[in-house]
């Protein structure tokens, strides 16, 4: 048998890279708006334009790209679009895309210290700097997972760990341990309830303020009843920044509920942590340095690529405990003297996320993230008071964060929606909805890089326009 031809040439992968990066270049440029920002396709449309049987023979990867962005490219619902306005934009910014572009070409896997220093050792270091630009104390810790989701389900579990210090031989053994949040926390809480074996019956939702945050006292009573009936309250998950509404739970009173009651404080910041990098926000935090577990996603408001997000653990040993297991064959003489990354969550393998990090970091530095989110909120600011002097529009809610609730003045629910669908099918923005005490509002949620006051205005100018005319039959 011959040898196989192996990988593409040199002279091939150069000219490939080059076009890849000419065609990122435009696509990422200041002057690029992508259309329509969401993709307009139909479901299955994109499968008729591949082979129904795998490829026989090769081809010039240059010739794939071309064929993506011939072909494929219409299926893309434009995140990295400025016009980007629905759930939580995860824009990528230029130092990010270098970096994933390089980590992908280094292949890094760090499940052991020994098997990628640089990973384990960057992540130590840019989640320090981060913590350190967050304003948390430095007993916190941070280990990187692709998703909020992820890195909340290891904080429940180490809580679970914590609450019953035997459960790793014993099970739960008929002990039914119990978790709270409010009826806005996301629905994250709820599948890592399902996946950690509690049951959606030991999920309590505790009952919410005007302002949509958790009553603090409302949550000590239903700790209190639960003990008395003999269930094992575990962890309480509040929110900075919900995805609904952006709204914040009161993170200090509720501290002091867990405390006493010796029960796992987590506190949800994926969207909304990044603003704490902002003096002006950093009292809707208050408390948060009290907590066991923090989440905060860079990929959702601190213009790195998805994924990357952080879970800081006060006691970094507790996680490791619950998911340290080394069997023989990656024991190595490190062992005891170096953070192995596998120890850290049920993953072995790791990608080299923290390159990311480090090159955002080192590109915008400190003062330049900041200055970036303190500009969306100065655009949510001015959203919000554009629609105030709006004839056909209302806030529906105080804005929180960079996140923009409003509706179409005294109509109704299904009107609302008529509205948002037309908007999106129209290709130039994409917003999304949600529901708070039944009724529709629509978000606006300003997050990207290149967000500008010209988009808001365009935004705002087309809204108008298709309220003031009818929509088709």
Request: glycine share 6%.
């Amino acid at each position: 048998m011959s040898q196989p031809l192996g990988d593409i040439t040199p002279e091939e992968f150069q000219d490939a890279a080059g076009f890849l990066t000419d065609w990122l270049s435009n696509y990422l440029s200041k002057d690029s708006y992508p259309e329509p920002v969401l993709s307009q396709v139909e479901p299955g449309e994109l499968l008729k334009t591949q082979p129904t049987e795998p490829p026989l023979k090769g081809q010039n990867p240059r010739e794939v790209l071309e064929e993506f962005e011939r072909e494929l490219s219409r299926g893309l619902t434009h995140w990295n679009s400025p016009r980007f306005f629905a759930y939580f934009s995860i824009s990528a910014s230029g130092p990010g895309v270098l970096a994933d572009f390089l980590s992908a070409g280094l292949n890094q896997q760090a499940m052991l210290w020994r098997t990628s220093p640089i990973s384990t050792e960057l992540e130590q270091v840019t989640l320090d700097w981060l913590r350190q630009g967050l304003g948390l104390p430095e007993v916190f810790r941070g280990v990187i997972y692709d998703t909020a989701s992820v890195s909340t389900l290891h904080a429940l579990a180490t809580a679970r760990e914590v609450t019953l210090p035997d459960v790793r031989m014993k099970g739960q053994a008929g002990r039914q341990l119990v978790v709270y949040c409010s009826e806005h926390t996301h629905s994250s809480i709820d599948k890592a309830v399902l996946m950690l074996g509690l049951g959606w019956d030991n999920l309590r939702k505790i009952p919410c303020d005007e302002n949509l945050a958790i009553i603090p006292f409302k949550l000590a009573e239903q700790i209190e009843e639960d003990r008395k009936n003999g269930l094992f309250p575990c962890a309480v998950v509040v929110t900075t920044g919900t995805t609904s509404t952006a709204s914040s739970d009161p993170v200090d009173a509720v501290a002091d509920v867990c405390r006493k009651a010796g029960v796992w404080l987590h506190v949800d910041a994926a969207y909304g942590g990044p603003a704490a990098l902002v003096e002006e926000m950093r009292p809707l935090f208050k408390g948060w340095e009290r907590a066991d577990s923090i989440v905060v996603n860079p990929h959702k408001w601190l213009f790195t690529p998805f994924d990357l997000s952080v879970l800081y653990l006060r006691d970094l040993d507790r996680l490791k405990q619950a998911f340290s297991l080394t069997p023989e064959y990656l024991k190595n003489d490190e062992q005891g003297r170096v953070l192995n990354l596998m120890d850290t969550g049920v993953q072995l393998g790791r990608r080299f996320r923290s390159l990311k990090l480090w090159m955002i970091f080192r590109c915008f530095g400190l003062e330049g993230m900041r200055q970036r989110i303190a500009f969306h909120l100065e655009l949510a600011r001015y959203l919000a008071d554009q629609i105030e002097q709006s004839e056909h529009f209302e806030l529906a809610l105080p804005v929180n964060m960079s996140l923009v609730c409003f509706r179409w003045k005294g109509r109704s629910n299904e009107e609302q929606i008529e509205l948002m669908n037309r908007l999106n099918q129209g290709g130039k923005f994409f917003i999304s909805h949600t529901k708070i005490h039944d009724e529709i509002l629509l978000r606006c949620a300003i997050g990207h890089i290149r967000a500008r006051h010209t988009d808001i205005d365009l935004f705002l100018a087309e809204l108008a326009s298709l309220v003031e005319k009818p929509a088709a039959v």
